[in-house]
């Protein structure tokens, strides 16, 4: 278990407006910590809110309230040119459709380079382009890629780019939104693998959003598990597939299939019925077994407590 908090999330809220005093509470009240060289996966259906929390995070928003600590510090109070340079370099993003984030009119050098340029991290054009090959083989293209544009590579190429992008500037902290869901399935553990040799290699940490469960527990250490803008459970990977607690984490583990006939012959398919819980109170985000976290009511935690034999 590593112990090193390199970021902090506490009560984090985002609101949208949504035309006449309504509002779209996309992340509503969610908490986590991420622990220096984890994978930390994220999951839930689409329009749970993973997106929003990775952007606001980010700073792509701004947080409508609540906190985000990098490394204890407070990523949203920091105003300043130099010091919200300093984040960013910190903490990168690679999102899901690499062909619709990478500017087609610019070449892959330039493309890779950006961040270089940004936070003048080379000295000359000679080290910038030496660095941009050095990346493009440790993503597993090669430098001879430089010179050609985005629309010259495959889905999976593409994704690679992206992830060169990302490293250029030395990052710590990596927001991986939805990175392999546009790639064939074939090409998705090539690109999974490449995370995770980079990992390995530069002591990397991964914020990992998937809106499945199956490939999130192959590279996740901890997952959470959000539905509606809420965080519902929070485990260790083993732990949330072997005990899950929510009925949310019950429904997104039955749809996923195994390899494995006897499995699947005895697999039923459990839909989500949020009428089942209990309303008599608001529910709280409440710890189960240690590091393991549900949200529910005090009556809904007996009752799960029971189920899982505490
Ligand atoms: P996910 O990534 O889990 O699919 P999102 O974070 O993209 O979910 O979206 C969560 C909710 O917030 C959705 O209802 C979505 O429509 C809404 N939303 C996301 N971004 C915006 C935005 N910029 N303006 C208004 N509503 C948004
Ligand atoms: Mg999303």
């Not at 929390?53 to 906190?67: H, K, M, S, W």
């Not at 490394?71 to 949203?76: A, F, K, M, R, S």
């Amino acid at each position: 278990m590593k112990t090193e908090k390199i970021l902090e999330v506490k009560h984090l809220k985002k609101y949208f407006p949504a035309g006449r005093n309504r509002l779209i509470k996309a992340v509503d009240d969610v908490s986590f910590d991420i622990y220096k060289g984890e994978t930390f996966g994220l999951v839930g259906e689409s329009g749970s809110g993973k997106s929003t929390t990775g952007q606001t995070i980010i700073r792509l928003y701004d947080a409508t309230d609540g906190e985000v600590l990098f490394h204890g510090e407070n990523v949203h109070a920091k105003k300043s040119r130099a010091e919200k340079l300093k984040f960013n370099r910190k903490m990168q993003m690679i999102f899901q459709d690499p062909s619709s984030s990478l500017n087609p009119r610019m070449t892959v050098l330039d493309i890779i380079a950006e961040g270089l340029d940004v936070h003048h991290l080379v000295k000359n054009e000679k080290e910038r382009k030496e660095r941009v090959e050095q990346l493009l083989e440790a993503v597993g293209l090669n430098k001879e890629h430089a010179t050609r544009f985005p629309h010259e590579f495959s889905g999976g190429q593409r994704q690679r780019i992206g992830i060169a992008r990302a490293l250029a500037v030395e990052p710590e902290l990596i927001i991986c939104d939805e990175p392999i869901s546009a790639l064939d399935v074939s090409i998705q553990a090539q690109v999974v693998n490449l995370l995770k040799k980079l990992q390995k290699e530069r002591g990397l940490t991964y914020l990992f959003i998937a809106h499945d469960l199956s490939m999130v527990k192959y590279i996740s250490d901890r997952i959470g598990v959000m539905h509606l803008g809420h965080m519902v459970e929070l485990a260790d990977s083993e732990e949330l597939y072997k005990n899950p607690v929510h009925p949310y984490t019950k429904s997104l583990l039955s749809a996923i299939p195994l390899p494995d006939p006897e499995y699947e012959r005895g697999r039923t398919r459990i839909t989500y019925d949020p009428s089942i819980h209990d309303t008599s109170e608001e529910p709280k985000f409440r710890e189960i077994r240690p590091h393991h976290w549900v949200r529910c009511t005090s009556k809904e935690f007996e009752q799960y407590k029971k189920e899982l034999g505490e």
